[in-house]
């Protein structure tokens, strides 16, 4: 059974450029949260859709969006990038058949330079 | 609002040595509670999930108990091995919000 797959691994951005994150979750999940993992905040919650609706979203500025497909396969956009959006950026699945808690992703770093 | 709070931030141990990690969080009204374990630079990987009606999981070295009441969980690694070492992150979740991280505690475990 495959994992969560998240796209591209790493990144590198120039300040002012718009980013696109991709997340796969696991066959059957239907729900896909975003994180970012800094050094100094630690894991902060993004967003969370479910069956391509937002659930919940959390205290990030507008220049952070996502979406959920049909599929599930989710996507995170960063526009306007700044110097502190360095980050690993986080992908969690969901829900399926049973419980089994939440699936992470391999994360893709982004630097913005 | 849910808070969560990992001791100790940072844990160097000798190779062998049994040892607990501690997580305690605010709201006892909890769906259920997960460790993860994360090494530097890659992503979470899922070690025991622990549901509200649980009070402990076991894997391998890796034994997790859940006491709601008093809302605190800790996670319990047996004979350490260097391999161990990694950062450990308890996860709580209340149902239809989002998981809530604790900041982690750094293991080291030398040889």
């Known amino acids: 059974k495959a994992g969560v797959t998240q796209t591209p691994r790493y990144l590198i951005k120039t300040r002012g450029q718009q980013v696109t994150l991709s997340c796969s979750p696991i066959?059957?999940?239907?729900?896909v949260s975003w994180y970012q993992q800094t050094p100094g905040q630690g894991l902060q919650f993004l967003f969370e859709?479910?069956?391509?609706?937002?659930?919940n979203k959390g205290n990030f500025p507008g220049r952070f969006s996502g979406r959920q497909f049909s599929n599930s396969r989710s996507e995170m956009n960063v526009s306007t990038l700044e110097l502190g959006d360095s980050a690993l950026y986080l992908c969690?699945?969901?829900?399926?058949?049973?419980?089994?808690?939440?699936?992470f992703g391999s994360g893709t770093r982004l630097t913005v330079v | 609002k849910q808070e969560v709070t990992q001791i100790p931030a940072a844990l160097s141990v000798p190779e062998g040595e049994n040892l607990v990690l501690n997580c305690s969080f605010t709201?006892?009204?909890?769906?259920?509670l997960q460790w993860f374990r994360q090494d530097p630079g890659k992503g979470l990987t899922s070690l025991l999930l622990?549901?509200?009606?649980?009070r402990e999981q076991t894997s391998g070295r890796l034994n997790a108990s859940l006491d709601k009441s008093s809302g605190r969980s800790t996670l319990y690694i047996a004979a350490s091995q260097p391999g161990d070492s990694a950062t450990y992150l308890c996860?709580?979740?209340?149902?239809?919000?989002?998981?809530?991280f604790g900041k982690g505690t750094r293991l080291s475990v030398i040889a």
């Open positions: 066959s059957g999940h239907r729900s």
């Open positions: 709201d006892s009204a909890i769906y259920n």
């Open positions: 996860a709580v979740d209340s149902g239809n919000t989002p998981l809530v």
């Open positions: 969690a699945s969901s829900g399926g058949t049973g419980y089994n808690g939440y699936t």
């Open positions: 622990i549901q509200s009606s649980q």
């Open positions: 859709y479910f069956s391509e609706t937002q659930r």
